[in-house]
Structure formats: structure tokens, C-alpha cells
């Protein structure tokens, strides 16, 4: 596994030249298109020269063991390749893990769409919950955050969100997100206390550039309509709504959050060609269903990958079994925690399965 690290070192230290020259400096798009590939590699490199650092010494130890006869000597010399064999069992592990193929899209900005499942207004409240969610990790992160489309409810619900994300690493954070999110709580409507359950799908879509997928203009149909809902007299006097259809697929999109025609055009484009990138990508995985609504279910109780339950305090992430009694922090967006250990989970799997079928989630 570790025959590409040399390549990989001369690589990284190519690159840490080529950054430092003036012509490179010059060139904005060449000077960012480096230091990326750079930012890339320097986890990998410094997990080699830890790992080859610790290599050496254990090396140094077991050489100096065999030329002394002195017990106490041997002694401390034993103890020194003791902690140097953890140390290099260590970084080995961690070069495996980082060495790991990486998601095609972990690189990319997401399409994430929320929607109400089962459990009538409670659901479009509980979702309008996990957008509030979403909308915190997304700040707390640096990354910007676009409201493309949403449904309201009466009560303030949501009955559907479709967002746009941006920034570095976002869909290698969020990829756990995906699925059926169900909350355990008495609604403010519940005049006996009694604790409803609902749900809410969510789906975490790697947004798909124009040359990952290209997309025939006859096969659209373009509606335009006026805007509703919230915005003033702008959205009630302005045919400024987008409606796009995917003749083949029968795929609909919609947007009217912008304030232009062409606006609106380029934001549902966007959210179809990452939803058929996304059903495209399903179809090529025999153990995932041909459509999208794969990484969703239909939103019933049983399809859970996550339930929040308020009475205890309590969220348990089904797929780890991992359990965390701090629902406040993680509904105002604090995710991180979960996150990471489900993706510390994704990558064990991948050490023990290499070869075989992936999990049930994206890793």
C-alpha cells in the first residue's frame, strides 16, 4: 500500500517549489489549483515522515539490542522499541486510513433537500427544525448557505427546503446526513402530553458541474409563473418563477427564491442536473436502488437513520448505535461529534471490507 509515497513526497515537495515561484504566484488560477493539490497531500505526506521517522528509530533500537550485553542497557532499549513499534503501528494505521480512496464528490458543494415525511404538521415543524440545524453547522463551518426553494406551512413548517451549500469539504461532511431523521416530542398543539412520533427525510446531493453531466435542452420544458409566498409585491407582480421538467426522467424542479427570471433558471438547473448525477450514480450500484428516493426511503417510522428524542434528552444515530444526551447543542447545528465518529466508522468499514460491498451509507 505504501509504494506510492515516495512519488507522492517528490510530488508534495514539486508542489512546494512550484507555489513558491513568481510566475506561479502570478497566475491566480494555476497558484490556487496547486495549493489545493498541496492542502491535499500534506496530511499524507507528514503521516509518511511520521511513520518512516518512527520506522528509523525503531530500526536504531533493535540494531543497538543486538550489540550490547549490558541487562539494564537492554533494558531501557527494550522499552524504547516497545513504545517505538506502537508509535509506527500508529502512523501505519493512519496511512492506511488516508491512503483510503476517496469519495469522487467529497470535494464538491452540496443540494440539500429537506422534507416533511410522516407526522402531519409536527413533521413540517420538525423539518423546519433540521433546516434551522443544517443553516447553524453551516455558519459554524464558514460555508455559504442559499435557500432555493422552500414550502411553508401555516405553522411556520416546512413541508420542503431544497438548499445549496458551498465551501471546502462540504459534501464530505454531510454525506452522513442522508436519510430518515425522526423525532420523539409532545407538539405545542398536544393538549393530553403524549408523545408523537414523525419524521423527516433528508438528502445530501454532491452538486453536479455542467461537465459531469450534460443535459439536452430538448429534454427540458421551461415553465415560467409568478413567485408566491413571502417577498412583497415584487414576487406578486413578477413572472420571475421557474418550473423546469425533465422529459425523460419526468424529473420537475422549481425555483423562485431569486429576484431574476435567469436566476431562478440557473439555480434549478443546478438542482437537476445534481439530482440526476445523483440517480445516475445510484443506478451504476447494484445494492442501491435505480432512483433517488433511495437515499431517503418514503419517510416512514421504520426507515430511520436518526431519532431525536426530547423527553430523554436524547439522539441515537442507528447506523453506529451511537447515543448523546445534549439535543440542545446538536439542533443548534453542534454536528461535529456525530460526524466524526461516523466517519471514523466509514473508513474502518473500508480497511475491513476492501473489495467487497459498501455499507449501507456513503463512505
Sequence with gaps: MFEQMPAISNRYEELSIRLSQPETVADSRLFCQLMKEYRELTPLVEAYRAYATAQDHLNQALSLLGETSDPDFKSIIQQEICENRQTTAHWEQELKLLLLPKDAGDGKNVILEIRAGAGGEEAALFAHSLLR??????QDKGWTMDILSMNETELGGIKEAVCSIDGENVFNRLKFESGVHRVQRVPETETQGRVHTSTATVSVMPQADEVDLVIDSKDLRIDVFRSSGAGGQHVNKTSSAIRIT?????????????????????KAMEILRSRLLAQKQAEQQSQINATRSSQVGSGDRSEKIRTYNFPQDRMTDHR????????DSILDGRLDPIIDQLATHAQQEKLRNAGQTTPSYPV
Design 133 to 138: 440545524m443544517y443553516t447553524m453547522y453551516a
Design 246 to 266: 425533465h422529459l425523460p426522467t419526468g424529473m420537475v424542479v422549481e425555483c423562485q427564491n431569486e429576484r431574476s427570471q435567469f436566476q431562478n433558471k440557473d
Design 320 to 327: 453506529i448505535g451511537l447515543t448523546m444526551h445534549n439535543l
